[in-house]
C-alpha cells in the first residue's frame, strides 16, 4: 500500500527526487518529490491512454 501527499516545501528541497521526512501525528514518513500528475483519476496512465 503507498499513500500520496501534497506538501509545501523550500524552493532548496522541491528538486524532482529529492528525498526528506515530514513527522506528522501518526508518525515518521519517507517522502519524495515527483511530478504532477501523480494522482490520476480516470486511471488513463495505468491503462496506456495518457
Not at 524552493?11 to 524532482?16: A, G, T
Not at 480516470?42 to 495518457?50: C, L
Given at each position: 500500500k503507498k499513500n500520496i501527499a501534497l506538501a509545501m516545501v523550500s524552493?532548496?528541497?522541491?528538486?524532482?527526487g529529492n528525498k526528506f521526512q515530514v513527522i506528522t501525528?501518526?508518525?515518521?514518513?519517507?517522502?519524495?518529490?515527483?511530478?504532477k500528475p501523480f494522482y490520476d483519476p480516470?486511471?488513463?496512465?495505468?491503462?496506456?491512454?495518457?
Open positions: 524552493v532548496e528541497q522541491s528538486e524532482l501525528n501518526e508518525g515518521k514518513f519517507n517522502c519524495i518529490v515527483v511530478e480516470k486511471k488513463k496512465i495505468t491503462a496506456g491512454k495518457a
